[in-house]
């Protein structure tokens, strides 16, 4: 087999025109949509749907990246089912606030895309997982012929990084990804857990948007930095191991990377992949903040220490100034160790499992890691 590929376009900003051009060439280099899907096929465009969040605040898929796409699927004679399943309850109503609040509606306005309003879901086996065997799946991905995912480019507070491997997280039900948090508070069990995610449902295809993403306390808590790129790839492992060396980050930082090359699914190098279309030298040097995972190692330690003390010893803290009492955080803690007193989040730290879920999904982002 040769290397994988990653096509890599410029985008300078989320107008529409912008974005559909730069879509168009980096899926020219790989042979174009109609080498992915076949006319009458039915496409699952799996979007990163986190939260309720406001496209400029770079939390979830921009909606001008999802149009691009779905107008080119359909432009080859596909249907397109368009969704993902939220942190917190997988219900109608969470999926209206999110498709709303994140500019899903005008995405698909004038198209012949249907969003996905289905909330059930089906075991699904999984006989090539490293340890999970079978998962729980969203129909509207089993029902699918295809998939296409389209991930923005986030650090991490607990894998380091998220783009195409940590987004297929997405296709198992709401709370049902709460209980991996438990079953596996190691993140790098917890990371495995992802990339068998990725052997259960492969997406045919993964459409980055890196138009602007975030940096320092991802995937929501960060702040949005301007990259300005698409990229695009059929190998998703591949794929964030060039994401991550466009903005400055060590791919094997990336816990799903360093398991995807103890599994031999990659090399965690950029040299071992192709990269098409505009070379990671004709950007600007964009360096971004890593996600602080740890905190106050003024030591030289090993790396396994620092990892050891961040899993166990890093705590999610709530600033009571900014918290609102919604309950967002304890609807979505696997050990249930929230609690709201007096209208705000109280944490029980004796059942806490630092999976941070309650971080990610904060509207407010009122809960810090210290």
Same mark, same amino acid.
């Given at each position: 087999m040769g290397r994988p590929v990653v096509s890599l376009s410029r985008c300078p900003d989320y107008d529409a025109l912008s974005v559909k051009k730069a879509v168009e060439r980096s899926l020219h280099e790989l042979g174009g949509m109609e080498r992915f899907v076949a006319p009458g096929e039915k496409v699952f465009l799996k979007l990163n749907l986190l939260r309720p969040s406001e496209p400029e605040k770079a939390v979830t898929t921009h909606p001008s990246v999802i149009r691009a796409v779905l107008q080119l699927i359909e432009e080859v004679g596909a249907s397109v089912v368009v969704g993902d399943s939220p942190g917190g309850p997988f219900s109608k109503g969470r999926l209206e606030k999110c498709y709303r609040k994140s500019g899903v509606y005008e995405a698909i306005e004038g198209t012949g895309a249907e969003l996905n309003w289905d909330t059930?879901?089906?075991?699904?086996? !999984?006989? #090539? =997982? #490293?340890? +999970? #065997?079978?998962?729980? *799946? *969203? !129909?509207?991905?089993?029902?699918?012929?295809?998939? *296409?995912?389209?991930?923005?480019?986030?650090?991490?507070?607990?894998?380091?990084?998220?783009?195409?491997?940590?987004?297929?997280?997405?296709? +198992? /039900?709401?709370?049902?990804?709460? $209980?991996? #948090?438990?079953?596996? /508070?190691?993140?790098?069990?917890?990371?495995?857990?992802?990339?068998?995610?990725?052997?259960? $449902?492969?997406?045919?295809?993964?459409?980055?948007?890196?138009?602007?993403?975030?940096? =320092?306390?991802?995937?929501?808590?960060?702040? /949005?930095?301007? +990259?300005?790129? *698409?990229?695009? %790839?059929?190998? %998703?492992?591949?794929?964030?191991?060039?994401?991550?060396?466009?903005?400055?980050?060590?791919?094997? $930082?990336? $816990?799903?990377?360093?398991?995807?090359?103890?599994?031999?699914?990659g090399t965690g190098r950029l040299e071992d992949v192709e990269v098409k279309g505009n070379a990671l030298a004709n950007f600007e040097d964009i360096r971004f903040e890593p996600a602080k995972r740890k905190k106050g190692n003024i030591f030289p330690v090993p790396a396994f220490l620092l990892d050891l003390y961040a899993n166990r010893y890093t705590k999610p803290v709530v600033d009571r100034k900014k918290c609102t009492g919604c309950g967002e955080c304890a609807s979505a803690c696997p050990r249930n160790c929230i609690s709201m007193k007096n209208g705000k989040a109280v944490m029980d730290y004796k059942q806490c499992i630092r999976c941070f879920c309650c971080h990610e999904l904060c509207p407010e982002s009122a809960i810090r890691l210290r």
């Amino acid at each position: 087999m040769g290397r994988p590929v990653v096509s890599l376009s410029r985008c300078p900003d989320y107008d529409a025109l912008s974005v559909k051009k730069a879509v168009e060439r980096s899926l020219h280099e790989l042979g174009g949509m109609e080498r992915f899907v076949a006319p009458g096929e039915k496409v699952f465009l799996k979007l990163n749907l986190l939260r309720p969040s406001e496209p400029e605040k770079a939390v979830t898929t921009h909606p001008s990246v999802i149009r691009a796409v779905l107008q080119l699927i359909e432009e080859v004679g596909a249907s397109v089912v368009v969704g993902d399943s939220p942190g917190g309850p997988f219900s109608k109503g969470r999926l209206e606030k999110c498709y709303r609040k994140s500019g899903v509606y005008e995405a698909i306005e004038g198209t012949g895309a249907e969003l996905n309003w289905d909330t059930g879901y089906t075991r699904a086996p !999984n006989p #090539h =997982g #490293h340890l +999970v #065997h079978s998962f729980e *799946i *969203i !129909n509207a991905a089993l029902e699918a012929d295809k998939i *296409i995912s389209l991930p923005r480019l986030k650090t991490h507070v607990l894998t380091g990084f998220t783009g195409g491997v940590k987004i297929m997280y997405g296709v +198992v /039900p709401g709370l049902v990804k709460a $209980t991996y #948090h438990a079953k596996l /508070p190691d993140v790098k069990d917890f990371s495995d857990m992802l990339l068998d995610i990725l052997t259960c $449902t492969p997406p045919t295809l993964a459409i980055m948007d890196a138009v602007v993403g975030m940096e =320092g306390q991802g995937p929501s808590a960060g702040r /949005p930095k301007k +990259v300005g790129a *698409i990229l695009t %790839s059929s190998d %998703s492992v591949a794929m964030d191991v060039v994401a991550c060396s466009l903005v400055g980050l060590d791919p094997l $930082t990336s $816990t799903t990377t360093e398991r995807a090359v103890a599994r031999g699914l990659g090399t965690g190098r950029l040299e071992d992949v192709e990269v098409k279309g505009n070379a990671l030298a004709n950007f600007e040097d964009i360096r971004f903040e890593p996600a602080k995972r740890k905190k106050g190692n003024i030591f030289p330690v090993p790396a396994f220490l620092l990892d050891l003390y961040a899993n166990r010893y890093t705590k999610p803290v709530v600033d009571r100034k900014k918290c609102t009492g919604c309950g967002e955080c304890a609807s979505a803690c696997p050990r249930n160790c929230i609690s709201m007193k007096n209208g705000k989040a109280v944490m029980d730290y004796k059942q806490c499992i630092r999976c941070f879920c309650c971080h990610e999904l904060c509207p407010e982002s009122a809960i810090r890691l210290r």
